[in-house]
């Protein structure tokens, strides 16, 4: 019954913004960590940010450089970012796990596409 959904991704130029959402059923995400990973192609799937739902804790990749903001309401997971670089062309994940401490996901959705070009 946990099921993740995406949503926003598309192609954008360098150093544009998007905003992703994931809509979480089955679930609220007060306790749970919630997170956001990517995967370029030929690559490994990655960490972006998690947020936990219990703490209020949010941890980013290095890569992220204060650029992209995660946040949540009861129901959606959010990534906001910005100044994005070509190096940001991926298929992002939302993730959930049922944990305080615990962010790597036990759940995942089917993935957006995101990409930056000109």
């Known amino acids: 019954q946990v099921q993740l959904v995406e949503s926003g991704g598309g192609l954008v130029q360098p150093g544009g913004s998007l905003r992703l959402s994931c809509a979480a059923s089955?679930?609220?995400?007060?306790?749970?960590?919630m997170s956001w990973y990517r995967q370029a192609p030929g690559a490994e799937r990655e960490l972006v940010a998690y947020?936990?739902?219990?703490?209020?804790k949010t941890q980013y990749a290095e890569f992220v450089e204060d650029r992209f903001q995660i946040s949540r309401d009861m129901h959606n997971t959010f990534l906001q970012m910005n100044a994005l670089n070509p190096d940001a062309t991926a298929v992002y994940y939302c993730?959930?796990?049922?944990?305080?401490?615990?962010?790597?996901?036990?759940?995942w959705g089917q993935g957006t596409q995101v990409t930056v070009s000109s």
């Open positions: 947020i936990s739902g219990v703490s209020g």
């Open positions: 089955g679930f609220t995400t007060d306790k749970y960590v």
């Open positions: 993730g959930s796990r049922h944990s305080c401490f615990n962010y790597v996901p036990a759940h």
